[in-house]
C-alpha cells in the first residue's frame, strides 16, 4: 500500500476489528487539514526538544458517530473530541481526525474509572486538540492525542489542591508512566482541572508501510 | 480620557437652552440633591422629536456592568466578520488572567447572578447564549468568557470603527479585584453609552438584522428596578443595568406605543452604604417619560 492513500475505503484486513473507524494517513489528506494537524512534522516542546506530531489519525465522519463510537467501556470518542471556538474552523466541522494514539489515552482513563470507582468528565479542549488550536503554544501531549483534562470526578470538582492531588496521586499509582501536572497557577501547573498524559507517544497501525 | 469627537447622537440641543431643556435640568437637579447621590448623568435621544439632553453627560463614571453592552457589540463585530457564529462554541471556564500582571483569577459564583453558566463548567456554551446571559442576567463568567474569545482591543476597534469609542474606555474583563485595587476600570460616559444605544435602536450596527439580534438580547434584560420600574406595562425596555458598592447605572432604549423610541442613559455615583439608587434612576425616567409622552398629548 502507497504510504500517500488512505489505508482503507471499506472493511477489510487494515481495519481493527470491532473498530469502526477508518486510518487515514494525514500527509494524504487535503492542504487546509495538513495544514492545521501538521501531520509528522517536528514540534518543539516548551523545553526546546523537537517532537514528532501524529502522522496517523482515525477519521471521524460525523458527530453522530462521534457519539456512537465506544474508545473503552465507559468513554465515548465524543468525549476526547470536544473543541471550542479556539480550534482550527476546518477541525470544528465533520470529518474530523484524531490520532491513532486516542485509544491508549482511553484505556487507560478506563483503568483510572476503575481506581476511582466513578465518573471520570473531560472537559471541553481536554482531549485532543490540534497544533494549531490556540492553546498549544508548544508541543503538548494533547496535539498527540495522549492527554487529558480532567474537570470533575463523580461530584467533585477538580478546582482545588486537596481534590487535584489527591486523584493525581491515584493516577500515578494506578498508571505506570503516567505524568500529572502538579497544582499551582503558573504556566506548566494546573488549579483547575487534573491534567494526565502519556507523553509524546505515536501510534502506528500495524498495516502501515512506512 | 479625552474627548474623541466622536458621531451621533449630535448635542444639538447641548447650549440651547429650551423651557423644556430648562425644566428637565431643574428637575434632575432636586432629585439628585434629595438622593443623595455624589453624581448624576443622564444622556436622552429621543427619535420621534429629536429631542435631546446631556445632564453631566461627559463626566465619567465606573463602568460597572455596563461596560457588557459594547462588549455585546465587539461579539457581534467577530460574528459579523464570519470569526464567530452564533452557535459557536465556546469552553466554560473559570479562570481568568489579570490585567495586572497576569495574575489568575475566578468569577466568584456568589456573586454572579446567574448560575447556568456556573453549571456549565468544563463544558461548551454557544456565544449566543453567552451573550444572553451576560445581559439579561448580567453574569460575569459569560462576560469574561467572551471577552475571552474576542479580546479587549477588538472591541475597542470595533468601538472605533464604529464612531462609537468616544465616552467608553475598556480595559479589562470583570471582578479583575486585583486590577480593580490598582485603579484600573472599565469606564463610561453617559454620552458613549447614549450613541451605542441610538445605534442599536436605528438599526445601524453592522445590519439591521444583527442590530435586531442585540436589541432581542437586551429585551430579554431581567433586572427591572431602574429604567423600567415607574413605566406603564405597554413600554418595552431593552437595557442594561450596572452596579458595584458606589455606582449604579441603567441604560436602554424605552419603546412605547405608537411613536418611535427613546434611548435613555442614566448614570449614578454614591457613597457605599446610601440606598435608593434604583428609585432615583426609576424616577429621572418616569420624569422623562412624563416629559415625553405630555408633549405629544399636548400636541394632540
Redesign the interface.
Known sequence: MSISTRLDESSGPHEAPNFPLRVVDGLTLPADYRKALRPGEDWKDSNGFSRQLPRYFYEVPSWDSAMKVELATHFLLWEFVQVDVRESPVLRTFPRYVPCAITLLAVCLERFREAVGTFVHISANGGYRSPTHRFSKNATPHAWGTAANIYRIGDTYLDNRNAIERFSLIARQTLPGIWTRPYGTPTGYAEDHLHLDLGYVLSVPRDVKS | MTSKGAAAPSAKTAGESTPRDRALRSQIERIEKESGAKAIAVALHDSESGFELHYNADRWFHAASTIKVPILLGVFAAIDRGE?LPH????????FLSVVES??F?VESGRDANSAVHNA????MR?DELAYHMITTSSNLATNLLLG?IGPESVTETLRQLRVDDGIDLKRGVEDELAFEKGISNMVTANGLLRILVMLAEGKAFSPALSRRMMDILHGQEFNQGIPARLPKAARVAHKTGEISTVAHDAGVVYLPKRKPYSLVVLTEWDPNVSGRSRTIASISHMIYEMLTQKAQAAE
Do not use: A
Not at chain 2, 459557536?88 to 479562570?95: A, F, G, P, Y
Not at chain 2, 463548567?121 to 461548551?124: A, E, L, S
Open positions: 464567530l459557536s462554541r465556546v469552553h466554560v471556564r473559570n479562570r495574575v489568575p475566578r463548567i468544563g463544558k461548551m456565544v474569545v
